[in-house]
């Protein structure tokens, strides 16, 4: 079975400061990954997705993630926190082209000016 | 505009009301999904529709009817809800068979009085 385990249900940082959200899953197969973004009462946007190829994937707004193959992790940076970047965070694995997905708990981001 | 619409955006009822949400894509995906989201908790898979076959439905209670009459719509019908039913309720599409993301609308926030 497939899962997804974010760490720290909820991260501050500072303003300018370097954002680490973490994100570690457990498949038997060579997993495809992705990371939300959601804004309040909005629905999930994608920030960024790793299929194959390059291990480091960057995405949009700044972030960047990179699969560790043997960490089983993907976790989600961005150099320099911008105040814009609080909002909830989504980590997902897909293992198949048949399209189930595996959603995380979500990580809260809170950007303190 | 993810390509994915919602509608209404929010919905107050009774729970002896009879409404309905629905969600259009006009992507040419063929997998259509309903997620509920309730606060502090996962995000929750409720049914899956591929080629407008239903392929999921995630122990929903029977209050929650799904419709899927061709492959860009999506809809779901409610009755006698319970309070405990108020959420956030999501729609996604994909296209299966490739390493795709999903696609998410904005959202139906629901408030079951």
């Known amino acids: 079975a497939q899962s997804v385990t974010q760490l720290g249900s909820h991260v501050s940082v500072s303003e300018g400061a370097l954002v680490l959200l973490r994100c570690n899953y457990s498949s038997s197969v060579p997993p495809y990954l992705f990371w939300y973004v959601q804004y309040p009462n909005q629905g999930l946007q994608l920030l960024l997705k790793y299929t194959t190829g390059a291990t480091l994937v960057k995405g949009i707004n700044g972030f960047e993630a990179e699969f560790k193959k043997s960490e089983t992790s993907f976790h989600l940076t961005k150099p320099s926190a911008h105040m814009s970047d609080a909002a909830e965070y989504f980590c997902?694995?897909?293992?198949?082209?048949?399209?189930?997905?595996?959603f995380g708990t979500g990580t809260s981001l809170t950007v303190i000016p | 505009e993810t390509g994915v619409t919602q509608t209404p955006r929010h919905l107050v009822m009774g729970m002896t009301n009879k409404k309905s949400l629905k969600c259009e894509q006009h992507l040419g995906h063929n997998a259509m999904y309903w997620y509920k989201q309730s606060a502090k908790k996962p995000l929750e898979l409720m049914f899956v529709?591929?080629?407008?076959?239903?392929?999921e439905n995630n122990s929903v209670p029977s209050r929650f009817s799904p419709e899927c009459p061709n492959s860009s719509h999506l809809f779901l019908h409610l009755h006698t809800l319970q309070p405990e039913d108020s959420a956030l309720y999501l729609c996604a599409s994909t296209v299966t068979g490739v390493t795709g993301e999903l696609f998410f609308g904005e959202g139906s926030r629901l408030t079951v009085l």
């Open positions: 529709y591929n080629f407008k076959e239903q392929t």
């Open positions: 997902a694995v897909s293992v198949d082209t048949g399209n189930q997905f595996y």
